[in-house]
């Protein structure tokens, strides 16, 4: 089971929009609609962000959104801010009970 | 509010088996699936696998032969053990919650809602 395939970096403007990808195989993105979007700043634990491809959580804005077309999930952030500046994994259900993450995005915000 | 803490050694020596223990606060541990995920320095999230509060387990395949994990519900607490221990095990570990959702008429676990702060574990002589 080999990570899924993430950007190392993004970056964008305030105001604007960033798309980070998320790309894994037929076994495991491709299969389920079973991915899951976390951000993490730096000493902290990650955040849920998204499940379910493209559900949010109680409290988590709805700049934040999610989707998929085939063996690629994608996580847009819509309206950039300061505060979204930070670590993104996605993380996608693999069969067999098990899960497989991300290699992580670190997104600047300019 | 759920909350969740892990506790355990920092330092661990090579070969030997690394303990962790999470603590659940502000709900009852009963009836969830918890997981453990573990983060080296400046790297990716590994997920090492979760546990039901009936016992029932399942782990990453990379780890599985080393993993073991067991769940106390008298004391709202779960433990992760890791065996023969090298230098690539040191990482900050995290408990969390494990939730699921219902697809093609199944259920699957597939998210994590909750998390603790992490705790940093070396492996070190």
């Known amino acids: 089971q080999s990570a899924l395939t993430q950007p190392a970096s993004v970056s964008g403007s305030p105001g604007q929009s960033i798309t980070i990808s998320c790309t894994g195989t037929?076994?495991?993105?491709?299969?389920?609609?079973?991915v899951s979007w976390y951000q993490q700043h730096p000493g902290k634990a990650p955040k849920l962000m998204i499940y379910?491809?493209?559900k949010w959580p109680s409290g988590v804005s709805n700049r934040f959104s999610g989707s998929k077309s085939g063996n690629t999930a994608s996580l847009t952030i819509s309206g950039l801010q300061a505060e979204d500046e930070a670590d993104y994994y996605c993380c996608s259900y693999a069969g067999s009970t098990t899960l497989i993450f991300g290699g992580g995005t670190k997104l600047t915000v300019l | 509010q759920v909350q969740l803490q892990e506790s355990g050694p920092g330092l661990v020596k090579p070969s030997e088996t690394l303990s962790l223990t999470c603590t659940v606060s502000g709900g009852s541990i009963r009836s969830f699936y918890w997981s453990w995920i573990r983060q080296p320095a400046g790297k990716g999230l590994e997920w090492i696998g979760r546990?039901?509060?009936?016992?029932?387990?399942n782990y990453n395949p990379s780890l599985k032969s080393r993993v073991t994990m067991s769940v106390d519900t008298s004391k709202n607490q779960f433990s992760l053990k890791l065996s023969s221990v090298t230098a690539a095990d040191t990482a900050v570990y995290y408990c969390?919650?494990?939730?699921?959702?219902?697809?093609?008429?199944?259920?699957?676990?597939?998210?994590?809602?909750?998390w603790g702060k992490g705790t940093t574990v070396s492996v070190s002589s």
């Open positions: 969390a919650r494990n939730r699921g959702s219902s697809s093609s008429g199944n259920y699957y676990y597939h998210y994590m809602d909750v």
């Open positions: 546990i039901f509060t009936s016992g029932s387990t």
């Open positions: 379910e491809v493209s």
């Open positions: 037929s076994s495991d993105v491709g299969s389920y609609n079973l």
